[in-house]
């Protein structure tokens, strides 16, 4: 599907100093407009079905393995705030200690096999509470090299309920 955006820039012009020109109508301002808009409701839709559903998404940066990087519904269950990636060990202290070396072997059989990733694990919220997750994903390859270069998590569901 072409974007306005896309259908816009298509038909910009070179001005004598090679650089692109692009002339806006209102109208053309307008559809942009209308079109982030639809984009935005999007989004929020998608969100508050992963929240309805118990879904939750991250990803793992193989390039930067210190690093995890949370969905808001998964932020929420980790009880974490903000947006900043979780560094691996922030990750592995939230993880119950006895589930923690299956967690490892899981990831670490997903990143040099790649293998499909899924584990069920709990989960220490700052509240003292623990959650039961069911994490499932698989490594994404880079295009040219077909090297990997993330794992991401999700949309599998997730078992964010507390277990007797």
Request: proline residues 5%; aromatic residues 6%.
């Amino acid at each position: 599907m072409t974007s306005t955006l896309d259908t816009l820039l298509a038909a910009a012009t070179e001005d004598e100093d090679g650089r692109k020109v692009l002339c806006l109508s209102p109208a053309d301002i307008e559809a942009l407009r209308d079109e982030r808009r639809r984009q935005e409701e999007g989004w929020a839709l998608l969100e508050q079905a992963r929240r309805i559903a118990a879904v939750g998404t991250w990803s793992y940066d193989v390039a930067d393995p210190g690093e995890l990087r949370l969905g808001p519904s998964l932020r929420e269950l980790f009880g974490q705030s903000g947006t900043a990636p979780l560094t691996s060990d922030r990750f592995f202290a939230l993880v119950h200690p006895d589930d923690v070396r299956s967690v490892k072997r899981a990831l670490s059989s997903a990143l040099e096999d790649g293998r499909r990733y899924e584990i069920e694990h709990r989960v220490l919220r700052a509240d003292g509470g623990v959650r039961w997750v069911h994490a499932c994903g698989s490594l994404a390859y880079d295009g040219e090299s077909g090297a990997p270069v993330r794992l991401l998590m999700g949309p599998g569901p997730s078992l964010v309920h507390p277990r007797v």
